[in-house]
């Protein structure tokens, strides 16, 4: 079986957000950029895959020479091979049809992705990817099994799960659930040693287009003091005549 | 021309998200002087969408769609799109609404926008205003193509009344329903569930232990609430994955957020941040929750859960 991990390369959890050029640009000023965490679940699945199933996993990322670090540190994870096509992604579409063409010419059989990138939350790229190339999609991916050229998934849903029947070519938006947390792994010297003579392949963008752009950034204005009580009369009086929330 | 709204259903029951989809679809058609068509999947009583603003409902019922499947449902969506001639098609950011939303943007070549916050800026050109980085910043992005997707924040627009008069028409189209069938469905009838809810109660590691969710359950149901809970209290297999919120687990955007024994960490906040109102329960005061929330008690969750549980049921009989 042949896997693609798509890794989007975001900043930490813990980051300031701030921006710059008028608030058009994200300011990557003393940000630190990680593996985006859906996607973690969805490279140390792909590692089972190898291991117990003898899965060839490569990684891709669609982005400036800037994700390659990033890119490293899946491959000091496990991946056999990494993949940069070369571009500024602005937009979800546009990065799936990069990845679309990746996972064409590379004859994969399983797509995995994250459920939505903690950047831009736009929860595109996999559904995008699925469709584009004619593979099966499953969201909100939980738990993955693949026998042959069949594949069964647990799919989180509102108000609980459920139980999916598919087959291969198949693209997955995974999150935790895929592996626990307790899974994850932190690359050792080993992996990081390896890493470095791994192939990491450039190439360049197909047919770039932007569905959409992105004009100017915000930030929420300020949020007021909060309101401190010392006992729960006031807070049920204020959250029915105040907050109207009760 | 048209504003096309996918309106979903639970046993022949729209949402309420579906209603204020509806509400938001008809801001936007007043926006582009042109009117709402409604597409419903094996929903009753389609025509009481007319109360938020639609004009027509595609109506579709079939039995082989009783349960969810995203290729269908996108096939229905994209095809009463192109039979309506939609400039815009409204979604909302349920879980199934973002499995649809990708699927169907490629079949109709539009570009798509999720967790929209208000009506569009502009119509032409057609900006949106939707929040990114986990709800700690907002984007204002262009569409620029000619049909678009714009995806809904929950609680964002709210149920607008109207009363249009809609008018129903059976849709069959053609559908195209892919190769993923449904095995087995694991659904808890009885809960409300955190996506539905208006208002969500949730504990953290303060809590000590599982053994003490039962005032946390009864305080839910006082409220008639969902559950939830931080992080680590689903990391120790304390409760259930599904309750997990906050940046990695699911978003919350009620109209009530109570969090119980939680410290307010970056990645918890940024997961909740868009309820309306917050309300935090903590032994320190220091506790950076204090900072997200707007109305707080600075004490003991094992003496405050089971008082305000008291006073909520003095309150609820008085306001029954
Ligand atoms: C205004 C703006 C500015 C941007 N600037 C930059 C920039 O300077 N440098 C840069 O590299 N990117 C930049 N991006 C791209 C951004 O980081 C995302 O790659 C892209 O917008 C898709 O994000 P999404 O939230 O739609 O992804 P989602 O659809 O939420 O992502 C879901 C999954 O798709 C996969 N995926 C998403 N994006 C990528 C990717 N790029 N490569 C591989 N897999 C991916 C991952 O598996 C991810 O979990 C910018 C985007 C915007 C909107
Ligand atoms: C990549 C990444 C992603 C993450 N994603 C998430 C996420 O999605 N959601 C999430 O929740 N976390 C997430 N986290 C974890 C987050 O950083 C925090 O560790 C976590 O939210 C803390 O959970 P907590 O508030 O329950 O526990 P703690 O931080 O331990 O806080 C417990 C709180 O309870 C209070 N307390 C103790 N006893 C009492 C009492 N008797 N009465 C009242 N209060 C009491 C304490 O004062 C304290 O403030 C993530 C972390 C990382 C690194």
């Known amino acids: ?246 | 021309m048209s504003v096309l709204v996918y309106t979903e259903s639970d046993g022949g029951k729209f949402k309420k998200i579906a209603q204020e989809a509806v509400s938001y679809a008809k801001g936007i058609a007043d926006m582009l002087g042109t009117n709402v068509t409604a597409v419903a999947i094996n929903a009753e009583n389609v025509s009481e969408l007319g109360a938020f603003g639609a004009s027509k409902v595609l109506e579709l019922s079939n039995d082989s769609l009783k349960n969810f499947n995203a290729e269908a449902y996108a096939s229905i969506v994209a095809e009463a799109a192109k039979k309506e001639n939609a400039q815009v098609v409204v979604l909302t950011s349920s879980i199934n609404s973002k499995f649809i939303a990708p699927l169907l943007a490629v079949k109709l070549d539009a570009g798509y926008v999720p967790n929209v916050v208000s009506l569009p800026e502009s119509a032409s050109p057609f900006k949106v205003k939707h929040s990114v980085f986990s709800n700690k910043a907002f984007s204002h992005t262009e569409i620029k193509t000619d049909t678009k997707i714009v995806g809904l924040a929950k609680n964002a627009f709210g149920v607008k009344e109207h009363n249009t008069t809609a008018t129903t028409e059976a849709f069959s189209p053609e559908i195209s329903s892919g190769n993923v069938e449904v095995v087995s469905v694991d659904k808890a009838t009885d809960k409300i569930t955190i996506a539905d809810a208006e208002i969500v109660v949730s504990g953290g590691r303060g809590l000590k232990g599982p053994e003490n969710w039962g005032m946390i359950e009864e305080l839910a149901s006082v409220l008639g609430a969902a559950t939830a809970c931080s992080k680590p209290v689903s990391d120790m297999g304390w409760r259930p994955h599904s309750e997990h919120v906050g940046q990695t687990g699911k978003p919350v955007a009620s109209n009530l957020y109570i969090a119980i024994g939680i410290s307010g960490a970056i990645q918890h906040l940024a997961g909740i941040n868009s309820s309306k109102v917050k309300v935090v329960i903590n032994n320190d005061p220091e506790a950076p929750f204090f900072k997200a929330a707007d109305y707080g008690i600075v004490g003991d969750a094992f003496e405050i859960v089971p008082q305000l549980i008291e006073k909520l049921k003095e309150f609820k009989s008085q306001n029954a």
């Not at chain 1, 985006?36 to 060839?56: H, I, S």
């Not at chain 1, 594949?151 to 592996?179: C, F, H, N, S, Y």
């Not at chain 1, 047919?207 to 300020?222: C, G, L, R, V, Y």
């Open chain 1, 1 to 246: 079986m042949k896997i693609l991990v798509c890794i989007s390369h975001v900043p930490d959890t813990t980051s300031k957000i701030n921006f710059t050029e008028g608030d058009t640009k994200f300011d990557t000023n003393g940000v630190q950029f990680v593996i985006n965490p859906n996607d973690e679940f969805g490279l140390t699945r792909a590692m089972w895959f190898k291991e117990k199933q003898g899965a060839t996993v490569h990684v891709a990322n669609v982005g400036g020479p800037e994700t390659e670090p990033t890119l490293r540190k899946a491959l000091a994870i496990g991946a056999d091979e990494a993949i940069r096509i070369n571009t500024v992604a602005t937009d979800g579409y546009s990065v799936a049809k990069q990845l679309a063409n990746v996972a064409k010419e590379g004859g994969y059989d399983l797509v995995i992705g994250g459920r939505e990138s903690i950047d831009y939350n736009g929860g595109m790229v996999p559904g995008m990817i699925a469709q584009l190339t004619g593979a099966n999609f499953i969201n909100t991916c939980i738990g993955l099994e693949v026998e042959g050229n069949n594949a069964t998934a647990v799919r989180e849903m509102d108000g609980g799960k459920e139980t999916l029947k598919t087959t291969l070519p198949l693209v997955i938006g995974g999150q935790k659930g895929l592996v626990e947390e307790s899974d994850l792994r932190i690359p050792n010297m080993r992996g990081i040693m390896q890493a470095r003579s791994k192939p990491l392949h450039v190439k360049e963008a197909v047919d770039i287009s932007n569905e959409t752009a992105s004009i100017q950034f915000e930030k929420p204005a300020p949020k007021g003091a909060v309101k401190l009580v010392d006992n729960v009369e006031d807070l049920v009086n204020l959250l029915h005549n105040e907050a109207k929330a009760i």
